[in-house]
């Protein structure tokens, strides 16, 4: 047994010798041993690297994956958004188409009135609003144009008849005298006899007949307690109780009670007080 053992003495300081006993082939192979020891060492670290690189590969790779995954996420909410967006911008186009077709037919009242028609910037063209304001400008300007439609269609606004004043609302001299002055209830529109007379708003023809100093005249009732008065006229061309709208021709200009030739005379009334007409000839 002890022929494969060593006795090693080591002398520490202080503490006297000590004796180890190891086996022989310790002594004889330590090399080896040593050099295999350091390569199990060197494999371990090795295999502990292999280890920790995968793992942190694994580590990167899933977060890579989880990034990925996140950035397809997000392109798919960016798409769904395009999608939301570009579908709110069709909405607002249409909404815009709206507000154009609106504007349409407010020209065309306009224009039935002989009054300018009216342009709205950018209606119609290349939606560049934000996003997000498309839709409340949208509705907004609908609500807005179709109030106004509205308004207008009741409102006695244009002109009954594109002639030239020859007299306006207020005092003025006697055209028959030409002595004094007297009150103008209303515009005096120069003409040819039998020329067409529009009405100017929406409303029931409350009066058509002769009377008095007016000779010929229609009398119109309009919402908001507004009434219109055509006079002169030498033939009407509605009855009583008929409702007309704003552009219809309601007689024809004639010099029939107090004038002095063919034209028209026209009033606007409101609240049944007489008001200057010329300030509703334009829009
Ligand atoms: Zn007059």
């Not at 690189?53 to 909410?77: C, D, G, M, P, W």
């Not at 002055?181 to 007949?209: C, N, P, Q, Y």
């Amino acid at each position: 047994m002890l022929k494969n053992k060593l006795s090693i003495q080591i002398s520490i300081e202080g503490k006297g010798d000590k004796s180890f006993v190891v086996p022989s082939f310790f002594v004889k192979y330590w090399k080896k041993l040593a050099f295999s020891s350091l390569g199990l060492i060197v494999a371990l670290f090795g295999v502990i690297v292999y280890l920790a690189t995968k793992q942190k590969e694994e580590a990167i790779t899933s977060q890579y994956t989880e990034a990925l995954h996140e950035v397809r996420q997000k392109n798919k909410l960016l798409s769904m958004r395009k999608s939301e967006s570009e579908k709110e911008i069709g909405e607002a186009k249409k909404s815009f188409n709206k507000i154009d077709s609106t504007l349409e037919s407010i020209n065309k009242k306009m224009k039935k009135r002989g009054l300018k028609t009216i342009v709205l910037e950018n209606a119609g063209g290349p939606v560049e609003a934000d996003e997000e304001n498309i839709e409340l400008m949208s509705s907004y300007y609908e609500e807005a144009l179709t109030e106004l439609e509205k308004k207008l269609e009741n409102l006695p606004i244009g002109i009954p008849h594109p002639g030239r004043i020859t007299s306006k609302f207020g005092y003025r001299r006697n055209p028959f005298t030409n002595r004094g002055r007297e009150m103008h209830s209303g515009v005096d529109l120069k003409g040819r006899t039998g020329d067409r007379i529009k009405s100017t708003a929406k409303g029931v023809v409350s009066f058509a007949g002769y009377e008095g100093d007016y000779g010929y005249v229609v009398k119109i009732r309009h919402a908001n307690r507004y009434e219109t008065r055509y006079a002169h006229l030498s033939r009407p061309l509605v009855r009583k109780g008929a409702r007309v709208a704003a552009g219809d021709i309601i007689g024809l200009m004639g010099s029939t009670g107090r004038s002095t030739g063919p034209h028209l005379h026209y009033e606007i009334l409101k609240n049944n007080k007489k008001i200057n007409p010329q300030k509703y000839f334009s829009f």
